[in-house]
């Protein structure tokens, strides 16, 4: 039955048409946290009366959030970036076309400055309706065609420019600006409308004023002071320590923020720095902090944590422009060695983790945990995958192992640690010997594009559970964060079925075959699944992480109040 004949449909718009303060959104536009993906859109809706308000009825105004978050920004483009360290900061300075309800953990889609959408029935345009009146920061008006240069440099990057979410909108074949407050998105073939909907409500897709774009040869990366829409105002940078906004006294949402500005301390995920900055309250809250801090905050009156999963892989990265790494039988056998019970009992004191392959473990396409754990490579006992290693090495005429690899390593507490452990696996039963070398940010990202390395560690995100999302950004031939250069055509042949398929059963099965596919043919070498600790005083309200599905889509602080 569609979304708009569904009787609690019926009755919920009825109820937001009638008074949009009593609505929630969820009810129509619901995200289940185990897809990371918006349920039941409705193909028209109307939410010209919408405005988002704090979930407290007692919620006030004033004081200023300290919050202490990896914030070492490689650049200041958050649409190039694939890092939390510009989200983090950068977010709370713009709006989305759509947005994850902050309310609910980010599991609704709600209007933002589009307040309404009509999707046409072949599922082929998407038409949204944006709200009048919007400023940007230097004071310019919104409009559609910013809206549209936002979107068109997303789908379809300039030369020279590289987007990780650009896969999310490869069915898009134009973006219209209709009118001044009316943008349409047209498909050149129809995909799924959760699909799309959450695509477009990414966090990280934030509109840009389209002259700041022109003004700068649509790149970003060094505009350190860009002018959004959204609810704080830049005030001072100083790099690597701390990032200061104030509220925006022009917002369109007048009832918000609720706070009168926000200090973003910078600190390394894990490290005692941000551990120290919580517990002697120098920050009110913290993101990504360690285990052991997360025990002492349970002990603490006061204080309260959370954890949960996270839209992102640790993996190593062959590069398959190197001849030793071409043939998959390589590749296999480097995947098969790596002992991943090991990985994660090595970081335990550190951060959270999880074992799995190349599908999120705690997603429902995933293979379950169970069956996962017989495969070689996964079982708990490592001899057989040693063993299977070691024959493919021979049989690829490599059985004598490899010297003098660069080893690019992502400049994270974590990441070294695990290349450490990497590095003896492979050195020990490969007889693979490689050279550290340990990079901030700013150079991985920029040698990982390049291929400026032999084998590489670190970290990549998603802003889906979704394998249309994450398969095609990671492993297609042409995908944005594929920094092994890996290429397998039958492999993409199955990715266009998953993405164009609707039926559960049969889709699920191409997710299951381009699984085997990477099996044999490793794409990266996955090491463990990321978990988040996130912690706080509990006088701080409105921020509800407990339910997240990555970090990276509820950082506006908009609806946060302090109860002191």
Request: aromatic share 10%; glycine share 6%.
């Amino acid at each position: 039955m569609p979304a708009e004949q569904d009787p609690k449909w019926l009755v919920a718009r009825r109820n937001f048409l009638a008074s949009s303060a009593a609505f929630s959104v969820a009810a129509a536009c619901g995200l289940a946290p185990s897809q990371g993906l918006a349920q039941g859109v409705p193909r028209q809706f109307d939410g010209s009366k919408f405005m988002l308000k704090p979930a407290e009825a007692n919620a006030k105004r004033g004081g200023v959030l300290r919050i202490c978050v990896l914030s070492r920004q490689p650049h200041f483009d958050v649409h190039q970036s694939g890092t939390f360290a510009n989200i983090s900061t950068q977010a709370c300075m713009f709006d989305n076309l759509i947005r994850r309800d902050p309310r609910d953990s980010g599991k609704s889609v709600i209007p933002d400055l589009a307040h309404s959408w009509d999707i046409s029935r072949d599922g082929t345009s998407y038409t949204f309706l944006l709200r009048q009146g919007v400023q940007f920061h230097d004071g310019a008006e919104l409009t559609a065609e910013d809206v549209k240069a936002t979107f068109d440099r997303i789908a379809k990057p300039p030369t020279g420019i590289a987007m990780p979410r650009s896969s999310l909108f490869r069915a898009v074949e134009e973006i219209r600006a209709r009118d001044r407050y009316t943008v349409e998105f047209r498909l050149a073939e129809a995909r799924p409308i959760n699909f799309i909907m959450s695509a477009i409500a990414s966090g990280w897709n934030v509109i840009v004023r389209k002259k700041v774009l022109e003004d700068n040869n649509y790149n970003l990366r060094r505009v350190n002071s860009l002018s959004g829409t959204g609810p704080f105002v830049s005030l001072k940078r100083v790099e690597n320590e701390v990032w200061t906004f104030e509220r925006n006294r022009n917002y369109w949402n007048k009832d918000l923020p609720l706070i009168d500005g926000l200090e973003v301390y910078h600190a390394l995920p894990f490290s005692p720095e941000m551990a120290s900055a919580l517990l002697s309250n120098r920050v009110d809250y913290v993101r990504v902090t360690d285990p052991a801090t997360m025990q002492r905050v349970a002990q603490t009156p006061g204080m309260s944590g959370a954890q949960y999963y996270q839209s992102v892989i640790h993996a190593i990265w062959p590069n398959n422009k190197r001849k030793s790494f071409g043939d998959p039988r390589v590749r296999r056998a480097m995947h098969l060695v790596l002992d991943r019970p090991v990985l994660v009992e090595i970081v335990k004191d550190l951060a959270p983790a999880m074992a799995g392959g190349f599908i999120y473990p705690f997603s429902e396409f995933a293979t379950p945990m169970d069956e996962l754990e017989k495969r070689v490579g996964y079982q708990a006992d490592p001899a057989g995958a040693i063993k299977e290693a070691r024959a493919l090495l021979q049989a690829a005429g490599a059985d004598r192992g490899l010297t003098g690899l660069d080893f690019l390593v992502r400049d994270l507490p974590n990441t070294k640690l695990w290349s450490q452990a990497v590095q003896g696996m492979l050195q020990q039963t490969l007889n693979i010997e490689t050279n550290l070398r340990i990079a901030p940010e700013s150079t991985w990202f920029d040698d990982a594009r390049s291929g400026n390395f032999d084998i590489l560690i670190g970290v990549i995100a998603s802003s889906l559970l979704d394998p249309s999302d994450y398969f095609r950004a990671w492993y297609s031939a042409d995908g944005p964060q594929n920094y092994a250069f890996w290429n397998n055509s039958k492999f993409d042949e199955t990715l266009l079925k998953i993405d164009r398929e609707v039926d559960g059963a049969k889709r699920l099965g191409y997710i299951r075959a381009a699984e085997n596919l990477m099996e044999e043919d490793p794409p990266l070498l996955p090491m463990v699944w990321e978990k988040i600790n996130d912690a706080w005083y509990d006088y701080v309200k409105g921020l509800k992480p407990q339910e997240y599905f990555g970090l990276y889509d509820v950082n506006r602080y908009d609806v946060v109040w302090l109860e002191k």
